[in-house]
């Protein structure tokens, strides 16, 4: 067996002790999800008449083009509106007339809303953070930033 030069042993040792590091560190590591779960919310009384809709434009973050659709407890899909077409990374905008991206149906205030861009799931950013959801909001407008993993 071949003599080790001296770097070869400090490059050895270190390694060693890396991997020692890596162990005790694994057996510290807390999961990253330790927050309870958030309840959902209860479904949209059926005797009542549907909320107003909540309405999104924004950014698309990492695509240049494609569609955005929006899934949650009681989102009802409508053409034109949910799924919503984007282009050059941008969809709908601020005035009362510019299109939006509509989520409507029967779902009630904080229902966790899940936006998903040409069918991968994103994550949403409306000024306060990164989500994984954004809660709806009855008659809410609302400009957002998705990104995608």
Do not use: C
Not at 28 to 33: D, G, H, M, S
Not at 39 to 51: G, K, L, N, S
Not at 127 to 135: I, V
């Amino acid at each position: 067996m071949a003599q080790l030069t001296p770097t070869q042993k400090f490059q050895a040792d270190l390694l060693n002790r890396l991997d020692a590091l890596v162990e005790v560190l694994g057996r510290l590591a807390v999961p990253a999800n330790t927050a309870p779960p958030t309840p959902e919310p209860a479904p949209y009384p059926a005797d009542q008449p549907p909320p107003l809709p909540h309405a999104f434009w924004g950014a698309v973050v990492a695509e240049t083009a494609g569609e955005i659709e929006v899934r949650g407890l009681g989102v009802v899909g409508v053409a034109g509106q949910n799924p919503f077409a984007f282009a050059a990374g941008k969809f709908g905008g601020p005035g009362a007339f510019d299109p939006k991206l509509i989520v409507q149906g029967r779902s009630v205030d904080g229902t966790p809303l899940a936006f998903y861009v040409n069918g991968q799931r994103a994550r949403v950013n409306a000024g306060n953070g990164t989500q994984d959801t954004w809660p709806f909001q009855a008659g809410g407008v609302t400009q957002i930033v998705l990104t995608l993993p």
